[in-house]
Structure formats: structure tokens, C-alpha cells
């Protein structure tokens, strides 16, 4: 019987993991870099615990399951719950500050599309228990240092940072009702997402005064603390909206003496749909502006308490994949080099009696730490070489006649053909 | 609200992480030393898709879930059956021979026990696309590689190897009818599970003629071809059961040939339970043996077949982390030193006016490829030493009077305590 794998999920044969990999060691790479530490947790978690943070709206985009025991499980689709939850349970035990990151994979049941795939893996940084915004510099740095890396310049992506709490001082300033406020982030959040008409019949919808609405319209299209004042000149004196604008400031500045200033920018625009976040919040876009944001994330003070903990400070971000991969393709990151298979040797065996010398060669060149793939039949040099030459081996091993008659295999570099004639010893040495 | 997590998971808190990281790394390095390449499949595949090669026994042990378009799905128990399901997709497009590994997490709904969890992760290596027993060779050689790698010799682990096709050969020339055959594998293969008298009981219920009983418990006991022969004399004209044991001799001349004989020995009684086995089957025990198999394996040559493809001869083993994880322990080979947190260098810093200049230090460094952790609490350094030292760090450095005095830090040497003077620039030459 045939059989097919199940919609929205990948399989990855090995070209397609090459580039999992390449996207996961550099995550693993950039996180090191910046002192996170690595954690994860399990791939299914009780069902009610991602209700907490999200709501009932995740549970429609849950996997779930009832184990035999009649428990309700969920597939996780993303893991800040699971860290809450860690985190919590060893809260007095952790070494301050809680600097961690992940890569897990996470399923959505949501219907498959361009940078939206059922199952997926996720690049998740947090740092805990620092109240200062220097841990929300400390994230952005770590996130940008990432795509530097992977080669994306200030041209390919930008880095778009607002804050919660300077946007709900401005709301509540213009007279929004603060119970009003969670209702209307995920509609604030929709902005680049939906048509200008039907994001502003949206908000009308939402927000009583027509001249609200407009205020609010033109602050999402903030760019600097100027830009606020002119559209709302009386919050200067709003304490909450210049605390919030004094963060931001100094979140710039730390960025700027981090030296990825070129890629950040200050955007009204970004709400973040969650009502969890309290601080800081912030996007990576593709410059040309046709994918999906790249990664988001802020702070989010309030979760560990949520979760049954004590309070604890805490400002992180995701990073999914798929819209990454989409993005390091576009731009030519994912070269023939990122594919190539690198190998040490290729043991060909020109005659079926040498085998067993073939193979204590390979043998002796693995244990030494060296990668050697062998040939499973002999006889024709020429099949071999062809197969060593796929395999993207650097040096072939000949073991034929010249071992036969003095215990010595033909070496031959694959990239210039040259040949030489050594001893099973000096090759060993050579490791 | 305190949430747990599920029952039979793990939290993989930094310490365990770094356990399975060092397992993991060690299974991918065995893998790519013996010209392994790496893929991976979905964390759920189609529900029916399991019951192929395990029938109806394994169902009971899977999470299934229902999707919101009702298709019945389950997490992984295992990953060959997607390995089949895969190489079958693109079998004509793959080049041969197909020398596939992973390390996939896997589920099964059993009752959490010691070295077995409901949550796990297992490596895989498989060939496929190879007749001759030097793929099986080859299996055995790269799980012996690895085990060795991490430090355990002989006197720990022991590879039993025994053949499929000989106990089958064996089984039949006793007069056991074909179509019994496959009810009497898993029932073999309790041996070592059970009491001796459960077993053979068990066994007595299961074939019909006692003296065959005896004889096939006499067979189980067997270590060599002549054990064999002095049991059932008239085998030595069974085709079959001579061609059967041809090749397990020549799988041990060859890894003889490889430098692993010494963790080798023939043992009738490793059956392994699956009906899919067609040749050469291998377990590796802890010598002292009071643990579960940490691995196993062999030849299965007709599940591609079974899945809808061609019929594609296959060779495999499967590795789980939790006895691995527990003899490691044991045997002391995971060391204080796997623990260490490494890290080149902590940023401290004595004023607050001097955080910028710290944090571009930080920022450099990282981009100089370094690993930096940084004091989000300026003023008292020894405070800030101490967390350097937590931290694992090699060398602190001092932002303080110095920098503001001249440019320069001090870098203080972790281990000796020894302090130096240093500007910026020399720093990021010395990466």
C-alpha cells in the first residue's frame, strides 16, 4: 500500500536537512555567542496550559489528543508556556539571570501557506529576572546578530521596535477604557496585514469617537517621539507615555553601542497580537516587505505569575523557519557551499580479497576522528571514483596492487586528481 | 494555576540539556565518521501507517489524535517506517547506496520505568540499497564506534549478534510450520526477559512436541557454529542454514577487520521480537546486565516492499538516550567536565556611565565569533565576579576607571586570577 505523509508537515531528505541544520547551528551559534544557555522541554503538554497565556483562540490551532489515561494533551505550538512553567517549578534554584534559548519544534493546525507550515521549528531567546531594558537591548542584539550572521544586511531586514506601554498610555490617554485595551491590540496588530479600508472599518468598530479613530490611525504611523507630540502635544506630561518614551530611548541607545543601529527602527505600528507583553515589543521584516515578519517578540512581565509563580520580569523572542528559509533563499544565502557534503576520504577496493583491508583502513580513519564513507563493491576504479566524487569526498583511497605488493594505497586528491603512493601508517599520522 | 507536566516527559532543564546535546553530538559525529548523512520526518505521520510494520501491538502503545479535517494521526513511535515511506517516495532520484541517519524524538503511551520513558529520543542509522552483509558490517562497526567514543570498552557493552535467517532455517528444519514462525519470534526473543521456567512455559504453550521445546531452548544457548551443529547434527546439510551462517562469519571476519571483534560475540538467543527481520539481527548489552538492550537491530529486507515500493534490501539499528544515559552515568563517563558551562568571556562593569562602552565590547567580541556574557548590574565587582565565575567564564573583563582613564580594560584570567592591561583594539585582534 502507498502511503503519504500527512499535509502542512515536511520530510526532510537529506538536502532539506542541510538547510535545517544550517538555520538551527546558526541560532545555536548566535545564542552562545550572547551567553543564553540551552533548554527544552516535552513535545506535548496538558491542553489547559496553553490557555493561560493565549486563550481559547490557540486551542482551535492545537493538536490535541486524550492520552489512555483520559488526559487532555496538547501537541506544543510554541514553548513560552513550557518555560513558565519550567521555570516556575525550580524558580528559587536558577542562577539569575535566566538567559535561555531553544529551537523546538511546534505544530499549528492552521491551514498551510507561503511561510506557514503545520509543523515547525522555533528559535526562542528570554532573558529573566532583569527588570532593566537592557535585556530587551540584549534580545534584539542577539536576534540581529543571528541574521547579520546568516548574511541578511540592514538592506534585506529591519528591525521594527515599539512598546505596549507606551502604546497603552496613549490609548487610555485618548480616553480608551483600560478594560477596552486587550480587546484592541489584536485588531491594532492586524494593520499591516489588511487592506488600509478594512483595517480602519475594523478600529472603527471597536473604538467609539470617529476622532479617535483618527488620532489612533495617525500614531500608528509613528516613527519618533517628535512625530507622538505633534499628534498628541498634551501627553508630554503623561508620566506612564514618558517613562515608556525614556525606555525606548535607552533601548536605542544600547543598540547603537552594540552597533546594530542601521538595521532598527522606531514603528507605532508594531502591537504584537498577544495581550501578554507589557514592554518593549518588536518585528524583523524583510525590507521589500512581502513576507511574513521573520521573528517578534517583547516583554512580558506578568506571564511567570499567570503561571502560578512569583513575579518575574521577562522580555524574549521567536523565530520561526519557514519564513526565514523563504527569505535566506530570495536573497542567494543558501549557496551550492551550504549543500555540499563534506567528506575526509572515499576508500575504493580495486579487488573483493583486499576488502577486509579496506575496511580496517576506513576503520583505523574513523576511530582517528576522520569521515570516510567505503565502496560496497569492488572491482571497477572507475564506478568508485564517480561515487567518491558524489559522495564529496576530498582524497580517495586506493587499496589495490600497490597494497597487494607493499602495504601502501594510492591517495588521490579529488580536487586536482594528483596521486601519491603512501603507507597505511603515514596515512594514520597524517589525522 | 500550577501546572505539572505530563507524566513520563522530561524537562530538559540546562544541565539535562547539555546531557542530551552530549549524546546527541556524539551519535552525529559516529554518524558522519561512517559516511552516514542525516534526515528527518514529521513528528506525526497517517495512524495506519504504524500498523504496517508492527502490526496492531504498537497502536496501543501510540498518542493518536484526530485532525480537525478527521484524519486519524499518530506521533512517532519510531521513524523507520517513515524512512521507509520516504526513500520509497523518491527511490528512483536517490543515490545508491542509501546510508541514511537520525535522531528523532519519539512517543509511546507505556508505563514510564526505568530507561524507558512515554518520551525519548532514538538514533537511527540505516543502509539501504545493499545486499552483502558488509552493510551490516558496517551498522554494527558505527554503533560500536560511537560507544567506544564515549568511553565505554568492552568490559561494559557487548555487541550479540546472532541471524534471523538461521533461526529460521533452524526452526524449520525442526519442523516448526512456516506460518508459526512469526507468533514464535517474539515469544524467542523474551528469553532474557522472563524466569527461565515462564519462558519455557510460554514456549511449551506455543510448540507442540517437547523434545522440539528442549531442542530449541539447547539452540538458544548457542555461541558458535559448532554449538549448533553438536545440537542439531543434520543442519550441516541445510542450505540455508549454512549460507546463514557463511554470512555471520563473514560479518565477524569483517569486524574483526575493523578493530571491534573484542566487543563481539555470537548469541542465538538475540531474536528480536518484529516479524520484519530477514537476516543478521544484533543487541548491545551492559556486560554487568541488569539493564534493558541499549540498542538493536538488523537486516530487514522486505519492509520497503511492504510500504509499496521495490524491493529494496535495508540494514539498521536504533539507539535510545534513556539506558544510554543511565550506563554513562554508571560508568562514570559523564564528568563534571561534560557539565562545564563554557564561556570566553564576561563584561563587567564597575560605573553605570560606562554601560555603553561595556556593551560594544560584548557586541564586538560576539561578532568576532566569542562567547560573552555581560553584568546587567553595574557597581560592585565582586559581585559581578562571582557570576563570571558562575558563568563559567574564562577571562573577565573590567569596564571601569581604567577604560575611563585610558581606553583600556583590565582582563582578568579566571583560573590564575592573573590581570592584565589591554586596549579595545588588542582585544579583537587576539579573536
Known amino acids: 500500500m502507498k502511503i503519504l505523509p500527512v499535509k502542512g508537515t515536511r520530510d526532510f531528505y537529506p538536502p532539506q536537512m542541510t538547510v ?11 545564542s552562545l555567542r550572547s551567553g543564553f544557555v540551552e533548554y527544552d522541554g516535552p513535545i506535548f503538554e496538558h491542553l489547559q496550559m496553553y490557555q493561560i497565556k493565549s486563550g481559547d483562540e490557540i486551542v482551535e490551532q492545537l493538536f490535541h489528543l486524550t492520552d489512555r489515561g483520559g488526559r487532555e494533551l496538547a501537541i506544543r505550538p510554541e514553548i513560552t508556556p513550557t518555560l513558565a512553567r519550567m521555570v516556575n517549578q525550580q524558580v528559587n534554584a536558577l542562577p539569575r539571570p535566566i538567559k535561555w534559548f531553544s529551537m523546538p519544534r511546534l505544530c499549528r493546525a492552521e491551514r498551510p501557506q507561503k511561510g506557514r507550515l503545520r509543523e515547525f521549528f522555533q528559535w526562542n531567546i528570554d532573558i529573566l529576572g532583569v527588570e532593566d531594558v537592557l535585556a ?5 542584539f542577539c536576534t540581529l546578530d543571528y541574521l547579520r550572521s546568516a548574511g541578511l544586511t540592514s538592506k534585506d531586514v529591519i528591525a521594527k521596535i515599539s512598546s505596549r ?3 497603552a498610555a496613549l490609548l487610555l490617554h485618548l480616553g480608551i477604557a483600560a478594560d477596552r485595551l486587550e480587546t484592541l491590540y489584536p485588531i491594532l496588530d492586524k494593520k499591516a496585514k489588511l487592506p488600509a479600508e478594512a483595517f480602519e472599518e475594523m478600529l472603527a468598530k471597536a473604538v467609539e469617537s470617529s476622532a479617535t479613530v483618527k488620532t489612533i490611525l495617525e500614531l500608528m504611523a509613528a516613527h519618533s517621539a517628535d512625530d507622538i507630540l ?15 518614551l525614556d525606555e ?6 544600547y543598540l547603537k553601542a552594540m552597533g546594530v543601529a542601521e538595521y532598527c527602527r522606531f514603528d507605532m505600528s508594531i502591537v504584537r497580537g498577544l495581550a501578554y507583553y507589557t514592554g518593549m515589543v518588536f518585528e524583523v521584516h524583510d525590507v521589500v516587505g512581502d513576507l511574513r515578519a521573520v521573528c517578534g517578540g517583547g516583554r512580558y512581565d506578568n506571564l511567570l505569575k ?3 509563580g512569583p513575579a518575574l520580569s521577562a522580555t524574549g523572542m521567536g523565530m520561526g523557519d519557514c519564513v526565514l528559509e523563504i527569505l535566506l533563499r530570495e536573497r542567494g544565502l543558501l549557496t551550492d557551499e551550504t549543500f555540499k557534503r563534506k567528506l575526509d576520504y572515499f576508500v575504493a577496493c580495486t579487488d573483493a580479497a583486499l576488502t577486509s583491508a579496506a575496511l580496517a583502513i576506513a576503520a583505523r580513519l574513523r576511530a582517528g576522528g576522520a569521515s ?3 565502496s560496497y563493491k569492488t572491482g571497477n576504479l572507475g564506478k ?4 567518491a566524487d558524489a559522495c564529496g569526498a576530498m582524497r580517495c583511497l586506493i587499496v589495490g596492487q600497490e597494497y597487494q605488493d607493499g602495504g601502501k594505497v594510492v591517495v588521490k586528491e579529488m580536487a586536482t586528481g594528483e596521486q601519491s603512493l603512501v603507507s597505511e601508517e603515514m596515512l594514520l599520522n597524517r589525522l
Open 372 to 374: 570516510v564513507e567505503l
Open 306 to 308: 499567570d503561571f502560578g
Open 230 to 244: 505633534h499628534i498628541v502635544p498634551d501627553v508630554a506630561a503623561n508620566e506612564t507615555a514618558q517613562t515608556a
Open 165 to 167: 506601554k507606551l502604546l
Open 248 to 253: 525606548l530611548q535607552r533601548v536605542f541607545g
Open 136 to 140: 530587551d537591548a540584549e534580545v534584539i
Open 384 to 387: 568508485q571514483l564517480k561515487q
Open 20 to 30: 535545517r541544520n544550517f538555520i538551527c547551528d546558526g541560532w545555536k551559534a548566535a
